[in-house]
């Protein structure tokens, strides 16, 4: 630096080759200046100002609105009325206003922020102590409006249905205090519905994720509720909620919509490309809600056209009903190509218990199986007997797009018989399980700690191993299980008789900004040839990702490192990069 301050033509070319350094930090040191520079809003001088980003009436009530008459003249006694609303709104509760000249200088003053919560009549079970994101927080009546939600949910979780809270709040010490007075624990004692024409809402009755007699769990109800419109039976339903002497009454509040319904979906996912799929379903079919459903979707890896009826006949609330059904479908993977014309006419029922949800199918199926690149024979004709059963949690179930905590068993068979229909006799076994735990309890959650595994077989007896087709066979890797390996890539193309896999997943939803959770998983698979064994060959995929809560769904990236053990240079083995929209784990 001295050689060139004493040499004047180095000197220019330090300057001309550092000329764009310096221009960059005079661009941040005026962007950190500029943070703090007074605002001016109309009449007003904020100073300091944060940025209030007021909206387009706030600014009309405070700068006057030529366009409305009300707000054409505001005086400043007004306007400074006004301002101090819209600060207390933002957790400014001490502004100071002075004049100068034409102007009003606003010292906003220190922002208000909650020091202590403290909560009066709190049943033993309630554990304030869990609750998260309330101390430190900015105090506003937003935040005080929040404070009283969460404590009546989870009153109501606990089976108090109509509790009473009183907040207040100092905005000179921080403290908010809550006086709660949450009556006794009821059970539900009557269920009414609005009525819908041309549908009997008794039939509603075989969503309800709860029973006359148990005790009233707030969430139970959005359970309820979210099954009726996911199933498409009305374009939306609500509980309001009524406490008696003898229990809560609740009424169903229904809005019926359209009885047919066209739906699209677009989607992209780095194992089968981009996704559509499209449906068209007449809802409320007789008075008991049968349906009818034509659903087409296409990817890359596969296409599908799809008949789905779903016939109700029993008189209410019976939850037994037919769910035919009649696809046709080809699917494309590494391992295997082939094509499946399927007809099936399972009956099924459903049954919820106080805090679990049951659903039951069974029945025939038949299928024309076409392979063309594949293990197994070319063409296979079989009747497969299917079992099906799954076991939920009703807090599963209700966490479902946001999961924290529950659990959830799906158990599914597949019998066939030579003799009947079928070109050999094998019989497909699955059982899948995953449960997810809030550490600590805290709500909002910190960590959710998340288990999931499956072990499948076929038996089929040895000199029939080579006449099993593709769909009896089975395989790993992708995202649904070892994500450290290609999508349905091990143990290799020919497919195995039995699996087993494990993940565990550690996510932290409110670690960082921006609803951005990170995540730590590991997966371990392992496989066999035959029937009911497993070989040596250990598949072990530890990584981490991102996923993002956003209002359109739920986005994830993993990036995963799959070993094959004890096999050093196994060719299998590398790294998987993995992006998704819609899936969870």
């Given at each position: 630096?001295?050689?060139?301050?004493?040499?004047?033509?180095?000197?220019?070319?330090?300057?001309?080759?550092?000329?764009?350094?310096?221009?960059?930090?005079?661009?941040?040191?005026?962007?950190?200046?500029?943070?703090?520079?007074?605002?001016?809003?109309?009449?007003?001088?904020?100073?300091?100002?944060?940025?209030?980003?007021?909206?387009?009436?706030?600014?009309?009530?405070?700068?006057?609105?030529?366009?409305?008459?009300?707000?054409?003249?505001?005086?400043?006694?007004q306007?400074?009325?006004?301002?101090?609303?819209?600060?207390?709104?933002?957790?400014?509760?001490?502004?100071?206003?002075?004049?100068?000249?034409?102007?009003?200088?606003?010292?906003?003053?220190?922002?208000?922020?909650?020091?202590?919560?403290?909560?009066?009549?709190?049943?033993?079970?309630?554990?304030?102590?869990?609750?998260r994101?309330?101390?430190?927080?900015?105090?506003?009546?937003?935040?005080?409006?929040?404070?009283?939600?969460?404590?009546?949910?989870?009153?109501?979780?606990?089976?108090?249905?109509?509790?009473?809270?009183?907040?207040?709040?100092?905005?000179?010490?921080?403290?908010?205090?809550?006086?709660?007075?949450?009556?006794?624990?009821?059970?539900?004692?009557?269920?009414d519905?609005?009525?819908?024409?041309?549908?009997?809402?008794?039939?509603?009755?075989?969503?309800?994720?709860?029973r006359?007699?148990?005790?009233?769990?707030?969430?139970?109800?959005?359970v309820?509720?979210?099954?009726?419109?996911?199933?498409?039976?009305?374009?939306?339903?609500?509980?309001?909620v009524?406490c008696?002497?003898?229990?809560?009454?609740?009424?169903?509040?229904?809005?019926?919509?359209?009885?047919?319904?066209?739906?699209?979906?677009?989607?992209?996912?780095?194992?089968?490309?981009?996704?559509?799929?499209?449906?068209?379903?007449?809802?409320?079919?007789?008075?008991?809600?049968?349906?009818?459903?034509?659903?087409?979707?296409?990817?890359?890896?596969l296409?599908?056209?799809?008949?789905?009826?779903?016939?109700?006949?029993?008189?209410?609330?019976?939850?037994?009903?037919?769910?035919?059904l009649?696809?046709?479908?080809?699917?494309?993977?590494?391992?295997?190509?082939?094509?499946?014309?399927?007809?099936?006419?399972?009956?099924?029922?459903?049954?919820?218990?106080?805090?679990?949800?049951?659903?039951?199918?069974?029945?025939?199926?038949?299928?024309?199986?076409?392979?063309?690149?594949?293990?197994?024979?070319?063409?296979?004709?079989?009747?497969?007997?299917?079992?099906?059963?799954?076991?939920?949690?009703?807090?599963?179930?209700?966490?479902?797009?946001?999961?924290r905590?529950?659990?959830?068993?799906?158990?599914?068979?597949?019998?066939?018989?030579?003799d009947?229909?079928?070109?050999?006799?094998?019989?497909?076994?699955?059982?899948?399980?995953?449960?997810?735990?809030?550490?600590?309890?805290?709500?909002?959650?910190?960590?959710?700690?998340?288990?999931?595994?499956?072990?499948?077989?076929?038996?089929?007896?040895?000199?029939a191993?080579?006449?099993?087709?593709?769909?009896?066979?089975?395989?790993?890797?992708?995202?649904?299980?070892?994500?450290?390996?290609?999508?349905?890539?091990?143990?290799?193309?020919?497919?195995?008789?039995?699996?087993?896999?494990?993940?565990?997943?550690?996510?932290?939803?409110?670690l960082?900004?921006?609803?951005?959770?990170?995540?730590?998983?590991?997966?371990?698979?392992?496989?066999?040839?035959?029937?009911?064994?497993?070989?040596?060959?250990?598949?072990?995929?530890?990584?981490?990702?991102?996923?993002?809560?956003?209002?359109?769904?739920?986005?994830?990236?993993?990036?995963?490192?799959?070993?094959?053990?004890?096999?050093?240079?196994?060719?299998?083995?590398?790294?998987?990069?993995?992006?998704?929209?819609?899936?969870?784990?």
């Amino acid at each position: 630096m001295a050689y060139a301050m004493q040499n004047p033509a180095r000197m220019i070319r330090f300057a001309e080759k550092n000329l764009g350094v310096a221009m960059l930090c005079l661009l941040i040191a005026s962007s950190a200046l500029a943070k703090n520079d007074d605002e001016v809003i109309c009449r007003f001088v904020v100073m300091n100002s944060p940025g209030l980003d007021l909206n387009k009436s706030e600014r009309s009530l405070i700068c006057s609105d030529p366009k409305i008459e009300a707000w054409s003249n505001v005086t400043d006694s007004q306007a400074v009325f006004s301002m101090k609303t819209f600060l207390k709104l933002r957790g400014y509760h001490h502004p100071t206003f002075t004049k100068d000249g034409e102007r009003i200088v606003v010292t906003l003053g220190e922002l208000s922020k909650v020091t202590r919560l403290e909560i009066e009549g709190a049943p033993d079970e309630f554990h304030s102590e869990k609750l998260r994101r309330i101390k430190g927080e900015t105090l506003s009546p937003k935040l005080l409006d929040g404070i009283e939600e969460r404590l009546f949910a989870r009153l109501n979780r606990l089976g108090y249905a109509c509790p009473k809270q009183k907040i207040q709040a100092d905005p000179n010490t921080g403290e908010v205090l809550v006086q709660m007075t949450p009556g006794r624990k009821q059970t539900v004692s009557r269920i009414d519905s609005e009525n819908v024409a041309d549908f009997d809402v008794a039939a509603l009755r075989r969503y309800d994720a709860f029973r006359i007699g148990d005790t009233f769990h707030g969430d139970w109800l959005r359970v309820t509720e979210n099954r009726v419109i996911t199933q498409g039976v009305l374009q939306n339903t609500h509980f309001s909620v009524t406490c008696t002497d003898d229990g809560v009454e609740l009424l169903q509040k229904n809005t019926a919509g359209p009885p047919r319904t066209l739906t699209f979906g677009l989607g992209v996912n780095t194992e089968r490309g981009p996704s559509a799929r499209a449906s068209w379903k007449h809802l409320r079919l007789g008075d008991l809600g049968s349906s009818f459903e034509v659903a087409a979707s296409a990817s890359y890896r596969l296409q599908e056209v799809a008949l789905k009826p779903k016939w109700y006949f029993l008189p209410y609330p019976a939850r037994f009903h037919f769910s035919p059904l009649l696809s046709i479908k080809r699917e494309f993977e590494e391992s295997y190509e082939r094509y499946n014309a399927q007809l099936q006419f399972t009956p099924g029922t459903t049954l919820d218990t106080e805090n679990l949800g049951f659903t039951f199918l069974f029945g025939p199926i038949i299928q024309a199986l076409r392979t063309v690149v594949g293990k197994g024979p070319k063409q296979s004709d079989f009747m497969s007997l299917n079992v099906s059963a799954r076991l939920e949690s009703h807090d599963h179930e209700f966490y479902r797009t946001s999961p924290r905590t529950g659990f959830a068993v799906d158990l599914s068979a597949f019998l066939t018989q030579q003799d009947l229909l079928s070109n050999v006799s094998a019989q497909l076994v699955r059982l899948y399980a995953d449960t997810l735990i809030n550490l600590g309890g805290y709500e909002p959650p910190f960590a959710v700690l998340g288990f999931r595994g499956s072990l499948a077989t076929t038996f089929v007896a040895p000199t029939a191993e080579g006449r099993v087709p593709s769909n009896f066979r089975h395989f790993l890797g992708g995202s649904m299980d070892l994500r450290g390996f290609a999508r349905i890539s091990l143990p290799d193309t020919t497919g195995a008789l039995t699996s087993a896999f494990f993940s565990t997943e550690l996510r932290f939803p409110d670690l960082l900004p921006w609803n951005l959770q990170p995540i730590a998983f590991g997966d371990a698979g392992a496989m066999g040839r035959h029937s009911a064994t497993l070989e040596r060959d250990l598949f072990v995929s530890p990584g981490f990702g991102l996923r993002w809560e956003s209002p359109i769904g739920i986005f994830r990236s993993t990036l995963a490192r799959g070993f094959v053990l004890p096999g050093p240079n196994d060719p299998r083995a590398g790294w998987r990069v993995y992006f998704s929209y819609g899936e969870e784990f």
